[in-house]
């Protein structure tokens, strides 16, 4: 089995790369997005993921492009599946390789 370095949830990256350096509290980022507090706690708390609609809303509160948010969830969560799936993929031939 190959050794995988830890992937961070979403939650680490948003706490402690965009909240905690602005002193941010769910509630306030909850308020300034205008969502409610609970989808920020969820997130938060590894309950939730990020939507196209919060991906939206938290890219123009810190300035960053409309997809960030979104792309780094899909990126996390491919990262989750292909560790989950190494097996199974692995088992999968490209179609070039068939013979037809």
């Given at each position: 089995?190959?050794?995988?370095?830890?992937t961070p949830s979403i939650s680490e990256i948003l706490k402690e790369e965009f909240m905690e350096p602005m002193n941010l509290s769910a509630y306030r980022l909850a308020k300034e997005i205008h969502v409610p507090v609970s989808r920020i706690q969820a997130i938060l708390n590894n309950n939730r993921k990020i939507t196209v609609d919060t991906s939206l809303r938290l890219a123009k509160f810190f300035g960053?492009?409309?997809?960030?948010?979104?792309d780094l969830q899909?990126?996390?969560d491919i990262r989750e599946l292909k560790i989950g799936l190494a097996e199974e993929i692995a088992e999968i031939r490209p179609v070039n390789t068939l013979a037809i």
């Open positions: 089995m190959t050794n995988y370095i830890p960053v492009s409309d997809r960030y948010f979104l899909n990126d996390l």
